[in-house]
């Protein structure tokens, strides 16, 4: 018999029983250890509550500990009795524990027992925090929430050392103190002030680059708030409570990513798990994270412990958004009439009228084209619906053409009128016969490329490499799905997914589609009308799934497209053909350490340097035949009407291209 801390039902601190119970001898690969020092994590609080559910009633608490050895079981090599141990295992608040060979960590002789029990969970969180969630970088700008806490102080530490600026947040001016010493180049009080103003006035408005929040509940909306576009949201606690789900409009307003992530998912195999300690180990005998152990508890007194955590009494270690469309204003001249489509209510295909409309005059810095080609994308038929707002009604749609420089105003350079250029997703308004733009936001278009092939491919080709070389970087081996795979982005993703030495796995409604898919580079594609898209990943990764969904589907597919992925996968949701998602409940992604995020071109293309650069990629590509343009449908301007009614019944494949 030992004596172990006991949990008959979930509640209070008061539910923490010190009882004696039978632990019996280690078996095959297993080994018996008993404990020293056992460290107290916040996610024993959650278990005790109920908030995780543990395997069995009653049960153990406890997920970290150091101890010495004192039985081997058959078959356990590499470790002997009288070695001292440290683990992360359920089960540790108990005087002796059993636990598999293979998850007990050597602790260097150098290193104090009680130091390492009260690091060694919260260590190899942070490692997985700042080198692999999300890889902070000299130069970057974090925000952590609870910074003078055991996981946040060390996350301040790591991250400072990283070369970030690191900013806190905390509950008192003793924290306060604390968090400098810890490495925070900035402190927020955040019982005094707003923090997301605070962040807003620290950074000039830019925002950080990545939200560590183990707070949840009281701080996640604000968090959000902090974010400069394209940041990664990473929760990893919920101490005030879970939040509310999280619609994918949240995220796609600067295109961030949200992820809930969790040791095990970080650590699946030992040499993982050795590697993760190891760097943990070497940064505290270096140095770089310093220790400190506030508050010890002798451990049947374990409840008094969990009541101080859970009321901030302890500090440290214990034991989309809208685009406006760009209209020339002032100086409009009456004969200056050009046809253009025109949306005056929201509505089906039939809301778009075909009209005469003043044009203007050119200002200093634009330039005046006559489109040749105009690209259709299923975001018109978003604007077309009101799904997504426009500035102004009513508006001329469209987000992408191609045309000829007719005119320049003062001041532009580096253009000539007769020029062939091409633009996307600057404001709404190319579904016209001419346009007005600013000439910084057009790119040139080369004169190998068709201006046909030029307006079907430049939105979704930039749409396509930022999703493949930056929200996720696709690289050789891994295995992605597309939804929609013959549509106009998909075929381009499929395609240019492939070429990186992706296998590719493409979802269509129809066997015409499927053959499409196959020659776009699918190595797998599935007809999700005749057989469960799931399931069909399922067999065809032998269970494990693939490291990257890209949906452009949305409410139809969602749900599967999570179950499809691994541990740590990705979903790229770009578009939502079939609805708006539900909001997503972080357990949904905590299931499996998942990332989420609802991207949009806008927020990669900031600079002309990088529209620029984005588009000359595409079209280097089309030039080499890595991506094959395929428009199989054309229809004049006036009758976009119809462009859109048989792009919204999946009557078209490949891209559509409207000719004025």
Same mark, same amino acid.
């Given at each position: 018999?030992?004596?172990?801390?006991?949990?008959?039902?979930?509640?209070? $601190?008061?539910?923490?029983? @010190?009882?004696? +119970?039978?632990?019996?001898?280690?078996?095959?690969?297993?080994?018996?250890?008993?404990?020293?020092?056992?460290?107290?994590?916040?996610?024993?609080?959650?278990?005790?509550?109920?908030?995780?559910? /543990?395997?069995?009633?009653?049960?153990?608490?406890?997920?970290?500990?150091?101890?010495?050895?004192?039985?081997?079981?058959?078959?356990?090599?590499?470790?002997?009795?009288?070695?001292?141990?440290?683990?992360?295992?359920?089960?540790?608040?108990?005087?002796?524990?059993?636990?598999?060979?293979?998850?007990?960590?050597?602790?260097?002789?150098?290193?104090?027992?009680?130091?390492?029990?009260?690091?060694?969970?919260?260590?190899?969180?942070?490692?997985?925090?700042?080198?692999?969630?999300?890889?902070?970088? $000299?130069?970057? =700008?974090?925000? +952590?929430?609870?910074?003078?806490?055991?996981?946040?102080?060390?996350?301040?530490? @790591?991250?400072?050392?990283?070369?970030?600026?690191?900013?806190?947040?905390?509950?008192?001016?003793?924290?306060?103190?604390?968090?400098?010493?810890?490495?925070?180049?900035?402190?927020?009080?955040?019982?005094?002030?707003?923090?997301?103003?605070?962040?807003?006035?620290?950074?000039?408005?830019?925002?950080?680059?990545?939200?560590?929040?183990?707070?949840?509940?009281?701080?996640?909306?604000?968090?959000?708030?902090?974010?400069?576009?394209?940041?990664?949201?990473?929760?990893?606690?919920?101490?005030?409570?879970?939040?509310? /789900?999280?619609?994918?409009?949240?995220?796609?307003?600067?295109?961030?990513?949200? =992820?809930?992530?969790?040791?095990?998912?970080?650590? /699946? *195999?030992?040499?993982?798990?050795?590697?993760?300690?190891?760097?943990?180990?070497?940064?505290?005998?270096?140095?770089?994270?310093?220790?400190?152990?506030?508050?010890?508890? $002798?451990?049947?007194?374990?409840?008094?412990?969990?009541?101080?955590?859970?009321?901030?009494?302890?500090?440290?270690?214990?034991?989309?958004?809208?685009?406006?469309?760009?209209?020339?204003? &002032?100086?409009?001249?009456?004969?200056?009439?050009?046809?253009?489509?025109?949306?005056?209510?929201?509505?089906?295909?039939?809301?778009?009228? @075909?009209?005469?409309?003043?044009?203007?005059?050119?200002?200093?810095?634009?330039?005046?084209?006559?489109?040749?080609?105009?690209?259709?994308?299923?975001?018109?038929?978003?604007?077309?619906?009101?799904?997504?707002? *426009?500035? =102004?009604?009513?508006?001329?749609? &469209?987000?992408?053409?191609?045309?000829?420089?007719?005119?320049?105003?003062?001041?532009?350079?580096?253009?000539?009128?007769?020029?062939?250029?091409?633009?996307?997703?600057?404001?709404?308004?190319?579904?016209?016969?001419?346009?007005?733009?600013?000439?910084?936001?057009?790119?040139?278009?080369?004169?190998?490329?068709?201006?046909?092939?030029?307006?079907?491919?430049?939105?979704?080709?930039?749409?396509?490499?930022?999703?493949?070389?930056?929200?996720?970087?696709?690289?050789?081996?891994?295995?992605?799905?597309?939804?929609?795979?013959?549509?106009? *982005?998909?075929?381009?993703?499929?395609? @240019?997914?492939?070429?990186?030495?992706?296998?590719?796995?493409?979802?269509?409604? =129809?066997?015409?589609?499927?053959? %499409?898919?196959?020659?776009?580079?699918?190595? %797998?594609?599935?007809?999700?009308?005749?057989?469960?898209?799931?399931?069909?990943?399922?067999?065809? *990764?032998?269970?494990?799934?693939?490291?990257?969904?890209?949906?452009?589907?949305?409410?139809?597919?969602?749900?599967?497209?999570?179950?499809?992925?691994? /541990?740590? &996968?990705?979903?790229?949701?770009?578009?939502?053909?079939?609805?708006?998602?539900?909001?997503?409940?972080?357990?949904?992604?905590?299931?499996?350490?998942?990332?989420?995020?609802?991207?949009?071109?806008?927020?990669?293309?900031?600079?002309?340097?990088?529209?620029?650069?984005?588009?000359?990629?595409?079209?280097?590509?089309?030039?080499?035949? +890595?991506?094959?343009?395929?428009?199989?449908?054309?229809?004049?301007?006036?009758?976009?009407?119809?462009?859109?009614?048989?792009?919204?019944?999946?009557?078209?494949?490949?891209?559509?291209?409207?000719?004025?």
């Amino acid at each position: 018999m030992v004596k172990a801390i006991r949990v008959y039902e979930h509640g209070g $601190p008061e539910v923490l029983k @010190w009882e004696d +119970v039978e632990l019996g001898e280690p078996r095959e690969g297993e080994i018996r250890v008993k404990n020293k020092v056992v460290g107290l994590n916040f996610i024993d609080v959650y278990f005790r509550k109920g908030v995780y559910k /543990p395997a069995t009633m009653p049960f153990t608490p406890g997920a970290e500990a150091v101890g010495e050895v004192t039985a081997v079981g058959p078959g356990v090599t590499g470790t002997k009795v009288g070695d001292v141990v440290a683990f992360a295992q359920m089960g540790s608040y108990a005087e002796e524990q059993i636990i598999p060979a293979d998850k007990a960590i050597p602790v260097p002789p150098s290193l104090d027992p009680i130091i390492v029990a009260s690091f060694l969970t919260k260590g190899m969180t942070v490692q997985y925090l700042v080198r692999r969630t999300f890889k902070v970088e $000299p130069g970057h =700008t974090v925000l +952590v929430h609870a910074a003078a806490g055991g996981t946040g102080s060390l996350l301040c530490q @790591w991250a400072n050392a990283l070369g970030a600026t690191v900013i806190g947040t905390v509950s008192t001016k003793e924290k306060a103190a604390q968090a400098k010493e810890d490495g925070c180049h900035h402190v927020i009080l955040y019982t005094e002030e707003d923090f997301v103003a605070r962040v807003n006035e620290i950074t000039s408005g830019s925002g950080v680059e990545v939200v560590y929040d183990s707070v949840g509940k009281d701080t996640f909306q604000g968090s959000l708030a902090c974010l400069k576009p394209r940041g990664y949201m990473v929760s990893f606690g919920q101490s005030s409570g879970t939040p509310d /789900p999280v619609p994918l409009s949240a995220l796609a307003a600067k295109s961030l990513f949200l =992820t809930r992530p969790s040791l095990r998912f970080y650590t /699946p *195999t030992r040499d993982e798990l050795l590697k993760t300690a190891e760097e943990v180990f070497a940064n505290v005998a270096s140095g770089t994270l310093r220790v400190r152990v506030n508050h010890r508890y $002798p451990l049947s007194q374990v409840a008094e412990a969990h009541a101080d955590l859970e009321n901030r009494r302890t500090s440290g270690l214990s034991g989309n958004s809208q685009r406006s469309e760009y209209r020339n204003r &002032g100086r409009i001249t009456t004969e200056d009439m050009v046809k253009a489509i025109r949306v005056h209510q929201h509505g089906g295909p039939e809301v778009l009228k @075909w009209e005469d409309v003043e044009l203007g005059e050119l200002k200093e810095g634009e330039m005046r084209i006559k489109n040749k080609a105009i690209g259709l994308n299923f975001l018109d038929v978003y604007y077309r619906k009101g799904v997504l707002k *426009t500035a =102004t009604m009513p508006f001329t749609p &469209g987000y992408e053409a191609v045309g000829e420089v007719v005119a320049m105003g003062p001041g532009v350079t580096g253009r000539k009128v007769g020029d062939l250029v091409g633009y996307a997703y600057l404001s709404v308004g190319s579904y016209a016969e001419e346009q007005i733009l600013p000439a910084d936001l057009v790119v040139p278009i080369p004169p190998s490329i068709d201006p046909v092939f030029a307006a079907s491919i430049l939105l979704k080709g930039m749409t396509a490499q930022y999703l493949v070389r930056r929200t996720f970087k696709v690289e050789a081996g891994h295995i992605v799905l597309v939804h929609a795979a013959a549509g106009g *982005t998909g075929s381009l993703l499929c395609q @240019w997914a492939n070429a990186l030495g992706a296998t590719v796995i493409g979802t269509v409604s =129809t066997k015409e589609k499927a053959a %499409q898919a196959k020659e776009d580079g699918c190595h %797998q594609v599935i007809l999700y009308k005749e057989e469960d898209f799931v399931s069909r990943v399922n067999e065809i *990764t032998s269970g494990k799934g693939v490291e990257v969904v890209y949906d452009s589907v949305g409410k139809d597919t969602l749900q599967g497209s999570l179950a499809c992925l691994k /541990p740590r &996968g990705y979903l790229v949701n770009f578009g939502m053909a079939s609805g708006e998602p539900d909001p997503i409940p972080l357990s949904a992604l905590g299931a499996k350490s998942l990332m989420v995020t609802m991207t949009s071109m806008r927020h990669h293309i900031g600079t002309r340097e990088e529209l620029v650069e984005t588009a000359r990629e595409v079209f280097e590509k089309v030039a080499s035949g +890595v991506l094959q343009v395929r428009v199989n449908h054309k229809y004049p301007l006036s009758q976009a009407a119809q462009a859109h009614a048989d792009l919204e019944n999946r009557r078209t494949s490949g891209s559509v291209v409207l000719i004025p």
